[in-house]
T-cell receptor, first 117, second 115 residues
């Protein structure tokens, strides 16, 4: 069974600074996807970034980038130039890849990030 | 236009009642999901349907029954509501995960409070 662990329940960062959220996972699968979702106070779940395990290159989306270490089963999210609107709960998630994929997302416990002015 | 819409946004009800939450997506996706977010914010999948066929049925009490009249709709019916059912329920949709990009789009959630 796959598990996803986010060991930082809460973090804070000053506006315009950089912060890194940690995520580790456990799986025996070789092909899979990893995701970071953001849940602001509005409750809406928003996809931040997605990584395919077979790709060595780390995914980036504007100010958001990941550090994907497949051997270490680590998938951290770096937010650069933090903005007040980044204040939210961030969830790391895992999904199997391939013909047997049911689309089941397995989430970590979440990290609450507060960006301070 | 909202891509994945759930109604109602808030639902307050008494123990023992039966209630339904509706979900509709206008993205043309084949697959829809229900997730439950508990009071500790932990998210866990409950069900998924692909083209009206049940694909995922996690360990969920029989009081929960999903219904998919067509691939754009996935409703969740809950019988004999219990206090422990209080949570936020999220609907999501995606293209067929076996074939295409595995990006799920979520609705805004329904906060269910059982008194």
């Amino acid at each position: 069974a796959q598990t996803v662990t986010q060991s930082q329940p809460e973090m804070s960062v000053q506006e315009a600074e950089t912060v890194t959220l940690s995520c580790t996972y456990d799986t025996s699968e070789n092909n899979y996807y990893l995701f970071w979702y953001k849940q602001p106070p509005s409750r809406q779940m928003i996809l931040v970034i997605r990584q395919e395990a077979y790709k060595q290159q780390n995914a980036t989306e504007n100010r958001f980038s990941v550090n994907f270490q497949k051997a270490a089963k680590s998938f951290s999210l770096k937010i650069s130039d933090s903005q007040l609107g980044d204040t939210a709960m961030y969830f790391c998630a895992f999904m199997k890849h391939g013909s047997g994929n049911t689309g089941k997302l397995i989430f970590g416990q979440g990290t609450t990030l507060q960006v301070k002015p | 236009d909202t891509a994945v819409s759930q109604t109602p946004k808030y639902l307050v009800t008494q123990m023992g009642n039966d209630k339904s939450i509706k979900c509709e997506q206008n993205l043309g996706h084949d697959t829809m999901y229900w997730y439950k977010q508990d009071s500790k914010k932990f998210l866990k999948i409950m069900f998924s349907y692909n083209n009206k066929e049940l694909i995922i049925n996690e360990t969920v009490p029989n009081r929960f029954s999903p219904k998919s009249p067509d691939k754009a709709h996935l409703n969740l019916h809950i019988n004999s509501l219990e206090l422990g059912d209080s949570a936020v329920y999220f609907c999501a949709s995606s293209q067929d995960p076996r074939l295409a990009k595995n990006i799920q789009y979520f609705g805004a959630g329904t906060r269910l409070s059982v008194l």
